[in-house]
């Protein structure tokens, strides 16, 4: 465990802030902060499809495609993370979860457009995603094999055990179940649905997102109405901790950004190279579309869910000595505003999080299971170890099963970093066309390959 948190420090310390902020800041400026000024068109995109659909039976919609993605990112890192963020760096880490998916997003929205431009057919539906554009675009399919291997690891493996992990530790909390019980009943469930392919994980993931997180921002809306009066304080005070003096000289900054950044990117996942798996599976006309999308799934992670956690928890006086981490946080903080019912709550809530999480988690590495082999026994194998996975970590301590996610999720999101930079330009250069057919009054951009005649060759759907 020591070596893990040595690496855990080194990493986070040094090279994936630095690479995190850079990019974002980056892509901010060379898209023209298209995260900000064009959140009325994301929000026009989804509703067109969340209500029309594709047309197409056998493809993933848009809004199915965005649904699978938030799936992923909208789990224990909304509930948990922010717990532990704020136990282990203060209230200050609440801001900088906000900077990274502020500026983040804009990283979002890149490599979304690129999992667009170079998604491939499937035999059901289109796949894609980082290990695709760095075969087809850098022409490095080495490069794309280790993002493989590593998003395997960490989605499909390591992430999933801390999703059981966290919801096992709150069924405990609430009703006293045994983790091997809780584990072995999420175990079956994820298995019945993902041995039913994409099609079944889209179609449950469309139905559990929403419902999820519309109860839980409810919740908070009306703990923030019950205490409307403390919400000037409780913005200083993160504001306080995220730049105070005090903070400063005893190192509470430091701490409250790497707590910040770290949970942020586990939450919202901006740039780590995971939801472009699920973008590239989208029908839709121009890649931008799907990046535009992509990029609001950023806002609703962090902008709402973890505002919404991070304001029960500080409202609520709950103390942030360490006696209390994590989910278990969140619970306490819930039941000092509304009762007893408010870790359970919590604990019903956790369950549709997680659970949409692992489908959602699970499904990124299958599709990157595809890019290095289409081996049947290969896929069944995987799922049964992603099965495997969920159940030990329901019995591991919290402190493995975060402690090996952190690592493996500082290396895929540096892998994609470096990725999304070099081919960076185009996407900016797509963004530019489909706001120039926008100017000429054509409501539904259309991209053709012809449009990147250098790449051309390059582009199997377009």
Known sequence: MEVINLLNDFLWSYLLIAALLGCAGWFTLKTRFVQFRMIGEMVRLLGDSALKGTGHQKHISSFQAFAISLASRVGTGNLAGVGTAIAVGGPGAVFWMWIIALFGSSSAFVESTLAQLYKVRGKDSFIGGPAYYMRRGLKKPWMGSLFAILIIV???LAFNSVQ??????AFESAFGFDHRLMGSCITLATLSVIFGGVHRIARVSS???PFMALGYIAIA???VLMNITHLPSVLGLILENAFGWEQAAGGGVGAALMQGMKR???????GMGSAPNAAATAHTSHPVKQGLIQTLGVFTDTLLICSCTACIILFSGAPLDGSFNGVQLTQEALNREIGPAGGIFVAVALFFFAFSTILGNYYYGENNIFYLTRRRWV???????AGGMVLFGALATLEMAWGVADITMALMTLCNLIAIVLLGNYAFRLLADYRSQKRAGIKEPVFTRDRLKEIADDLECW
């Open 379 to 385: 896929l069944f194998a995987y799922r049964l170890l």
């Open 164 to 169: 059981s992990n966290t919801l096992c530790a």
């Open 264 to 270: 942020g990117l586990f939450s919202n996942e901006a």
């Open 154 to 156: 960490t989605f499909g």
């Open 207 to 209: 139905i559990i997102v």
């Open 221 to 223: 809306l009306i703990v």
